[in-house]
């Protein structure tokens, strides 16, 4: 908790399995407290458990008590910072792909514009051409009936 030779360390008194302890950390003494009580609280549950212990073998009980709840702690740090990782790749990952999904989006987009565009280029040439096919077959029935009428009057038929 604390480093030697600092001069902005606090000093707290404590009480831990009935004995008064001055404690200097840089912490808040709240803080400390709250650790010390955290402390006393883990001793006096060894100690209910176990009131014929010596006070040395309640507190290196506790002690192991503390290390275990620590060394889990840190293990499911451990975990949790591994979910938040890979959850991050993953959520990395997706964002990379609705990128190129999104730039593929664009792009046939695009493509589908430029095709519209020719689409309607064509089919107003198609239409165009559909008027004037419809012209020329109107000219040529015309000219049909032209014909048969000439030959008609001069009196041969095909």
Known sequence: MSKEGKNDDK??????????????????????????????DEIEKVNNQNNR??????MVLSSLHLADK?????????????????????????????????????NLKKKYETLQKKYDAIKKAHNKLEQKYTGLKKDYCELEEEYDAFLTEFGKED
Do not use: C
């Not at 591994?82 to 964002?95: H, Q, V, W």
């Open 70 to 106: 620590y060394y889990k702690a840190e293990e499911e740090k451990k975990t949790i910072k591994n979910k938040f990782k890979t959850s991050k790749t993953k959520e990395y990952r997706r964002d990379q792909q609705y990128k190129e999904l999104s730039n593929e989006h664009n």
């Open 53 to 58: 212990l010596s006070r040395i073998r309640i």
């Open 11 to 40: 000093k707290v008194k404590v009480m831990i399995f009935g004995d008064e302890y001055v404690i200097k950390a840089e912490e808040s003494a709240e803080y400390i407290k709250q650790v010390a009580q955290s402390v006393n």
